[in-house]
């Protein structure tokens, strides 16, 4: 048991960094910057996660997996102290405040998921039992061992990430009980916690991010449910890729990646947000100063390498997915585009979909807090960071594509609002938390910048 | 003689929940302590540990417990799963009532597993109001619920 506990997270930074062995700049660019060197371990440790989740649902067995992941680890970190010693030793040294925040906040989250049993429903059919039954049967396929009402119930098509992390925690404790296998939980959020030390210098940022992604979401962070997760990485998803956008640094683009691919893992609104993704992606892409070819040059190929690794395991399940024949309960067909027609000439329909989606606090607090951005975009116009507009552009595109789905729906419209509304809006808020983070970011260092000893006298001597 | 009833405050209330809630239950302790003089009830502030630290010790202790946490489901479904655990029942099928019980149907699938739920299986899980069907034998019952042997 206390092997599970103290083996995970330099597992997953191990794979994360043999993934992360064709690209030998990656350690090199952080080395200088605290912040950078955050961003560069979340972005290790979320991708060693997915590359885990990829070799799970190919070997199928949790003990065979762990053993294959220990080696490819303990490769990833004997390759990469040969050959950027120095670099990652470098990149590790975040310093002691921030190891001791980093400490103290996953203790507390610990204990706060640890010592709760399971208890929601969702959690119980949904994640942990997939979790549940790939520890007992050994094997992925659902049609195997259980029973009836599997779609309506247990929905077994949902990706297998946290079922695959809450299985190899109970298979290295040894035993299933109802507490042990939220240490997946724990894992899940290592990599945006370590993140989030990026933001130490801009306590601003830091606070709304605290806010916005861990504190807003509520009972979602531990009671086993995964859309706080999915919101929570969909958020440093967008950070990450809208710095990206802005300064072009390698480490933004992987650890946008890999929170990317972490989402997919997660549930099927990852999917979702895949497609939102490459929506606002080829948004920002015309609009950017360079165009759609100088960005895609700007991505270098050997990024490729980590990305297919971090995808591997939504492709696999997309595959076994289509072996297994497991189809989602909401039955997107012709079909589904006649009742959202239906539903869009339904003045009760409307109403419904506009009392649970607009006239709520998930959509107004941040709508307002974007609309106050905008007000300061009208009066400095310098100061909108390129970043902002692809978060705010993923934000709506996400929140287009829920109203769509609610508009589909087989179910009626009174009872899936009632039961997902509150929990589908954390995604697009967080997205739009991700645009002002990035903004409040951008300001509170140019602030430094003009405040810093010197600095008047280089502006003026400029 | 005072006839009052005991109303135990825990310290748990005072750090867990929502700001919100956290407000609404100082100013409920309030009224309830210095407001209603003529109150139907006395509070009693309980000891911390006995609460908080209560909570916190059966879920310390059961932690690496196997099959431990299950409290916090319905209860009938709890009953049903050590009906079946205690018989070493490897596959089960439920009454008709029972299949009728969305929640607790199935809190009994997802939480028996390795236990599997077959819809011809020879064993039955039934509510105890229900009658035994012809070709079936009691074998055992807990609180409301009951598992019984069809040929």
Known sequence: MLAAISLFAPCFF???????????????????????????????????????????????????????????????????????????????????????LLILLLI???????????????????????????????????????GTDRRQFFHPDYPKLLATLASSAAT?????????????????????????????????????????????????MWNGFMDGYLALYAGFMAIHFGRWLGERRLVDLVAGIAFLAVTVGLKNE?????????????????????GVGGLMKAIPLPVLVPALLAFSGFFLWLYLRRQWHLENDLEFGPGAWARAIERLGDPEALALLGESLFLTAATALPAGMVAAMFWQFRRW???????TDFALALALLYFGGVILIYLMTPHTLTW?????????????????????????QEREIAGRIRLAPGAARRISGA | MAHWRDVAIGADRLVSGTPARACFFL???????????????RVVLVPPEAVFLGHWNRDIADFAVPRAGEYRIVKSAQWALALLREHKIEQYSVSAALARQGEVRVRIMEGGVPIMFKADAPDLLLYKFETLPPDCRLVDEREAMRLARCD
């Open chain 1, 14 to 100: 191990g794979l994360g960094l043999l993934a992360l062995l064709p690209l030998p700049r990656f350690w090199a660019e952080p080395a200088a910057d605290p912040a950078q060197r955050a961003t560069a371990l979340a972005a290790a440790l979320a991708l060693g996660m997915t590359v885990y989740y990829g070799l799970m649902l190919a070997i199928e067995r949790p003990e065979v997996t762990a053993a294959v992941s220990l080696g490819l680890a303990a490769i990833g970190w004997g390759t990469t102290l040969i050959r950027a010693r120095r670099e990652l030793l470098r990149s590790l040294a975040l310093g002691r405040w921030a190891y001791g």
């Open chain 1, 108 to 146: 507390a989250a610990a204990l706060h998921i640890l010592l709760r049993p399971l208890a929601d429903s969702d959690a119980r059919t949904i994640w942990f039992h997939h979790a549940k039954v790939i520890y007992f049967f050994g094997d992925f396929d659902p049609f195997a061992s259980w």
């Open chain 1, 172 to 220: 290295l404790a040894g035993f299933w009980n109802e507490y042990f296998p939220k240490l997946a939980l724990v894992a899940l959020l290592l990599p945006p916690l370590v993140a989030t030390l990026g933001f130490l210098r801009q306590p601003l940022t830091l606070i709304l991010v605290l806010v916005a992604f861990y504190c807003l979401p509520r009972a979602y």
């Open chain 1, 270 to 290: 990852g999917y979702m947000l895949l497609v939102v993704f490459a929506g606002a992606g080829l948004l920002a892409a015309f609009r950017s100063r360079d």
């Open chain 1, 381 to 387: 116009p310098e100061s909108r960071p390129a970043g």
């Open chain 1, 416 to 440: 899936h609002l009632g039961t997902s509304a509150e929990r589908v809006l954390m995604t697009p808020r967080a997205l739009a938390f991700a645009a002002i983070a990035l903004w409040l």
């Open chain 2, 27 to 41: 100013t409920a302790l309030f009224v309830a302590l210095f407001v209603w003089r003529g109150a139907p009830f």
